[in-house]
């Protein structure tokens, strides 16, 4: 028996696709060779942030609907974050009536419990639980990201800021206990992985005890063996000196923070609940650039949020400009059913169109300089895979800038010195030196 995932969204989400694998895998399926030509089963790991993302998913389950007629005994499950929204399961269910699974984002660890009730019942199941207590699942994910491997830490958000529709898919913040995580990281170390990723959507509200996200990160960099720590997300009204001073005493720390300020407006920032103004935000890295004056700050950014005047996305241009970002994700305001921002009033759609355009064309011009001052430098890159069309090796420096180059031979999962001669863009590519 063999199954295929197909995963939409976040790397929460990717990371919870390899935890579906495990199940899966536990359950007795490999993973099919061919995608959907030859799986047994067939799962979508789900998003919702943004109406895209929904539009793919609906287009994608509904694109099944002949491959399930024609092949008997198939089974398609949909899970993830679209399915734990508020009357989103029973919208799936009659859209699409071959879906034979719907489980949300607290039912993963019944997966297979819910395929053996599918198969006894005959009928479709549906399984979207309220948030559970506990932390631990259990699952051996099957990791498929080598040499990078990602690690829960915190899950859930309390934030609430008013665009976003995670706190109601999520649930409450729930942090995994210290010694865990200490012990899941010690032991990808030791089985060869090179990069590990602590994933939370707010890290900084990681608390065991008398650890919070600082005191962990510390401890994880501490742990013995040649590897490099990355981390997202952090929130800007949760910025700590002590973050900075950790990250600047340990070298396997990557000199990178995503920093998401959505805005550069108060107003807007205030509207979304986000709890810090432009000047906090900008203070907080003057602080960790005087600290760490070569680290890397990246962004995320959202135009058009309700009500939002034509000046204030221009706060939002000049944010850019002086927080001099290394890159950025760039979001159109996409209205969510429950939040408060959707009961707002809303900014027509070729306004945020326009507006858009302008930010990615700003944020891409600092991208190109920066990369454009790397020729000639030598950077320390991870080589992550083999891009079978440009015929290279590619691998990302600790600022997360992508290097590519070529090599006779396989150099997957180690790190190498790469000479920068040419920047394409956001991409480097350079030779092993
Ligand atoms: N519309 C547009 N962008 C959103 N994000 C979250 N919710 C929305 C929404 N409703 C963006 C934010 C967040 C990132 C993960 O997605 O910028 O940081
Ligand atoms: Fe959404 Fe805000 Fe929580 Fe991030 S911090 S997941 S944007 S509510």
Redesign the pocket.
Known sequence: MKYHIVTYG?QMNLHESEKIAGVLKEAGYAEAAQGTEDADIIVFNTCC??ENAENHAFGNIGALKKLKRQKKGLLIAVGGCMVQEEGKAQILKEKFPFIDILFGTHDLPALKSLIERKQSERRAVVSVSEARSAVEDGISPVRTSYPNAWVNIVYGCNNFCS???VPYVRGRERSRRADDVLAEVSSLVRAGYKEITLLGQNVDSYRDGDVGFSELLDQVAGIEGKFRIRFMTSHPKDFSPALVDVMKRHNNICKHLHL?A?SGNDRILSLMNRRYTRQKYLDEIALLKREIPDCAVTT???VAFPTETEAEFCDTLSLVKEADFDSA?M??????KGTRAAEMEQIPEAVAKERIGRLIALVNANTRKKSAAYVGKTVEILCEDFDAKKGMYLGRDEYGRMGYFKSEKNRVGEFVSLRIREANGISLYGEIE
């Open positions: 976040c942030i943004r665009y976003c529709i998401p959505q995320d950014l959202i994700f979001f159109v305001y996409s209205p969510r």
